[in-house]
């Protein structure tokens, strides 16, 4: 008895055992909980969170309202078989962060959502419509650059009118850069003027040059046009043909002034025995007079160069415009004067004392004949008195 009394004490103790396993488990879970309880606890006194304290830190409290409710829900602590849910006003500093962090975020997309600015979706429009009239990305940023700033609604207009005038998307670029003025310009005044250079024989792919050469064409005075227009038609008795061919091949007279370009015509006429056609067919009211006159006298003086008579006839063939004309220095010595440069610096030096005592006596011979009008003038008076 005392045995089978061992044996049933020895497996009530061993059940009592095991029955004592769970209780210790559970007494443990229990007391890991509390520590965990006072852990959090501390958390809460250091960093008190309330729904007051998140607004404060959260601008946009209405709308992160349940963003936040969550990340307060997730102060758990998993065991194995259950957890333990956060109290609302608890919240362990990761979190903090994982909220300020969610914060960030949601204000920058909503920076990102923001509608547009008025004047930079404006610019992007325009940018757009440069890239479509065929403006590479070189010529819009150039474009954009030009300063005084111009308005992007403004710049459009003026572009867009002078692509639709036949002219391309590079000579467009240059003149505006060249000129800044054109983008101050009313739209009506740029037709105005377009439909005027029409009418000249300017339009399509002649005012493309003259655009890229002169822009100041829009931007001139149409009297300081009209002079120009005049000189040549009725002074220089240029076929409207002609003027027009003018106007495309050298632009550049339209800077200049009405009576140096008459003047520049009678010294190709009748010094240098030119025909209207050749004057044109040449280019050669696009160069100075002072080079036009040294170059050409130079030759003259060498025996290199002969008027033409009446007939149009010279007894020395004379050398061709191009050759006196185009070519630089070195070459036009080398190979039309056949002579040196020092030589040829002495010469302009003597030509311009030349031409300066002949502008003065010209000068003193208008005064004398300004002085004898007024004494036949006082003459007429006398007698009438």
Known sequence: MGKAEAQDRGGRKWRNEEALLPA????????????????VLDWHRLIPLSWAGIAR?????????????????????????????????????????????RTSLTQCLEKQRAPVDGGSLEREEVISSLLDMGFTDVHVQELLSIQPSPHPQQLLGITSKLILLGVNPEPVCVALKKSPQLLKLPIMHVEK???????????????????????????MHQRDIDRIVKVLREKCLFTVQQVTEILHRC???????????????????????????????????????????????????????????????????????????????????????????????????????????????????????????????????????
Do not use: W
Not at 26 to 33: E, V
Not at 67 to 76: D, G, I, N, P, V
Not at 202 to 215: D, F, N, Q, S, T
């Open 57 to 101: 830190h959260t601008p946009h409290f209405g709308e992160q309202k349940r963003a936040t409710a969550s990340l307060l829900r997730k102060l758990t602590t998993a065991s194995s078989g259950g957890a333990l849910k956060g109290s609302p006003h608890v919240q362990p500093r990761k979190c903090v962060q994982e909220l300020e962090c």
């Open 193 to 219: 003027r377009s439909s005027y250079l029409r009418k000249l024989g300017i339009g399509e792919g002649k005012l493309k040059r003259v655009l890229y050469c002169c822009p100041e064409i829009f931007t």
């Open 251 to 385: 632009p550049y007279v339209l800077r200049e002034d009405p009576g140096e370009l008459e003047y520049k015509f009678q010294y190709a006429y009748f010094r240098m025995g030119m025909k209207h056609s050749d004057v044109v067919r040449t280019d050669f009211l696009q160069y100075s007079i002072t080079k036009i006159r040294q170059r050409h006298t130079f030759l003259e003086r060498l025996g290199r160069y002969q008027t033409p008579d009446k007939k149009g006839q010279t007894q020395i063939p004379n050398p061709l415009v191009k050759d006196i004309l185009r070519v630089s220095e070195a070459e036009f010595l080398s190979r039309t004067a056949c002579s040196s440069a020092e030589e040829f610096e002495v010469f302009k030096k003597l030509l311009a004392r030349e031409v300066e005592e002949e502008s003065e006596s010209h000068m003193s011979g208008d005064e004398s004949t300004s002085e004898e009008e007024e004494e036949e003038d006082q003459d007429q008076e006398e007698e009438e008195l």
């Open 24 to 39: 210790q488990e559970s007494h443990r879970h229990i007391l890991s909980m509390a520590a965990l309880g006072r852990q």
